[in-house]
């Protein structure tokens, strides 16, 4: 129930995200979502793809620093108070988020978030019990 | 106990050692004051004159010889024979203007050549083994010194010279290279590189490295030998005074044991100019006492150094000296405090979790001195959490706080992003004006 996330270590320097994402483009990669993390110095950038093996051999090919994380996909009613319900039930069963974004699907009426989380089976498992999907990595590569 | 080159020499009783350098230190300042003009000036001013050199203590008494006066005397102001006597003449840039020129007679060459094959042999080899030479060939003495070496031990030279990185690679795997020798930052580069193409170190005949032309850390040496596979030896040495091989490593790999039998060193000072004791630290002088057409009388290297003469395991007396950690012109004053930039590397290799490709940017703003350390990330340390990266910064600047007393800000850059060398490392961004 895993996801296969992309992180690349991004300096704080003009054009590196032109960079970056050319080469996923290059490599016939398509981007689902994304986020990214910034300091002063320099930022990680997320990224859902549809081919991530591919994106990483690319990205390694052109000499920059990523890695692979593993993160769950939640699947959330487009309603207000939907995600609400969503971390009240993270927060009763003491699981904390150490990051999260979100992206809208195209032909859905929900919703999805990216959730990092330290135990990702559990997560999925106490999620799933309180009636959120947690898609798999098919459903969200193919999308 | 070590092979030795020239074990009569290099495990010589001590009796015997200072018989061979009072004879030749006489005869050394008989030919400065007789053949170089500059030289007999200095002697006379200092009331010294040759027949007054009869022993070693004799010695403290001799003028320096600076950098600064090879360059006042450039090109050959300073040469003891007559142009028909030079065999070659190599020359060195140097950071700041001149090139600073030395010479040598077919005696001088011998000499040299016999030097560097003592390294080779300290580090292991002999005349059945492939020299890979990747220092460059020109004018700079590091190519052609180990290779006359290999060519006098009877080894086989591979005249490859810098550049070119994954020919070096083929070469080495394809030609069965044995010892390599280059800067310790090209040997770096190359086992990166080796890593990158998926060369697996054992694989290949490589078993020993020689390393020298800038100073490297202890640190450096065990990412080297992890990287390549192989012993990693220091040598040392400058044009001025010969060339690599006036000092070299044994197996012990704990000290660089001084070819004293041409090259007599002190340790001084570097503001007062008296000599220290041993395992004091201080600028490292050398007095030739064989080389015929640039002898020099205690040439102060500005390396800072310190000289022992403890029991080697090797079985060599030859004076030791300890690997320079820097040099007296290389050393920064931040904020008042004394810096290599060898003890950061030390500092950064210690904490085991950076590659040593770093870069000191020193800067001033609002008239304080500012040190930004850039050190390229790895895909190792590459976390997905900020909280993570921005943890080894807070490493890195805690070790450097503790070492050096020196709160620097560490900016961790992409990798391949810090300028690659395949001579000497630039390690130092001095943004200060006068």
Partial sequence: ?143 | MDNCFTPWVECATRETMERMQTERLADTVRRCYENVPFYRERLDEAGIKPEDIRSLSDLERLPFTYKQDLRDTYPYGLFAVPKDQLVRIQASSGTTGKMTVVGYTQSDIDDWAEDAARAIVAAGGSKSDYIHVSYGYGLFTGGLGLHYGAEKLGATAIPVSSGNTKRQIDIIRDFGSDILCCTPSYAMYIGETMQEMGIDPQSIRLRAGIFGAEPWSGGMRVEIERLLGIKAHDIYGLSEIMGPGVSFDCSEQNGLHVNEDKYIPEIIDPDTGEVLPYGQQGELVFTTITKQALPLLRYRTRDIASLTRDTCSCGRTLIKMSKPCGRTDDMLIIRGINVFPSQIESVLLDLKMVTPNYLLVVDRVDNLDTLEVQVEMTGEMFSDTVRDIERIEKKIRAALLSALGLAAVVKLVEPKSIARSEGKAKRIQDNRKL
């Fill in chain 1, 1 to 143: 129930m895993s996801i296969k996330q992309i992180s690349v270590f991004v300096e704080n320097k003009t054009g590196r995200m032109t960079e970056i994402t050319e080469v996923i483009g290059a490599a016939g990669v398509d981007i689902r979502a994304l986020s990214i993390a910034d300091t002063s110095d320099f930022g990680i950038l997320r990224l859902i793809v549809n081919k991530p093996d591919v994106a990483v051999a690319a990205l390694k090919g052109a000499g920059l620093t990523v890695s692979l994380t593993d993160v769950i996909a939640v699947g959330v009613d487009d309603k207000p108070g939907e995600f609400a319900k969503a971390m009240r039930t993270m927060s009763e069963a003491d699981m904390s988020i150490e990051y999260m974004y979100a992206f809208i699907g195209r032909s859905d009426d929900r919703a999805f978030v990216i959730l990092r989380v330290e135990v990702p089976e559990r997560a999925a498992e106490v999620l799933a019990a309180a009636g959120f999907e947690i898609l798999s990595g098919e459903q969200i590569y193919n999308m």
